[in-house]
């Protein structure tokens, strides 16, 4: 199985910036490990529903932001060590929220939760005004 861990979430003033990192280990049933999967966050605020942030394909061509962070967040991914990274800038309290990082086999990245098999627990972001 795929093991995702969050890093980095804490508390940061409005306007400042913050790096999320998620760790992947393991592999897929079919044995695909972390350079052969998609990889994307997701955030969940409190009395709101789980929505897609970003998105990376595994060759790192193409990438897909929400329209709420389009401009601000940049995704990123370093396969040699397994990880995926979330650089958010000009951060706002609209921002808080349980951040999750999220993997997928397929080639093609999208911006559903159930087009996500692997999901880590989480890391929290809190944005003060």
């Known amino acids: 199985q795929v093991q995702l861990v969050e890093s980095g979430g804490r508390l940061v003033q409005a306007g400042g910036s913050l790096r999320l990192s998620c760790a992947a280990s393991g592999r897929t049933a079919s044995g695909r490990t972390f350079s052969r999967l998609a990889m994307g966050w997701f955030r969940q605020a409190p009395g709101k529903e789980r929505e897609f942030v970003a998105a990376?394909?595994?060759?790192?061509?193409?990438?897909l932001y929400s329209d709420s962070v389009k401009g601000r967040f940049t995704i990123s991914r370093d396969n040699d060590k397994n990880a995926v990274y979330l650089d958010m800038d000009s951060l706002q309290p609209e921002d808080a929220a349980v951040y999750y990082c999220?993997?997928?086999?397929?080639?093609?990245?999208?911006?559903?939760?159930?087009?996500?098999?692997?999901w880590g627990r989480g890391t929290q972001v809190t944005v003060s005004s």
């Open positions: 990376i394909a595994w060759n790192t061509d193409h990438t």
């Open positions: 999220v993997a997928d086999t397929s080639v093609v990245i999208g911006t559903n939760r159930w087009e996500y098999d692997y």
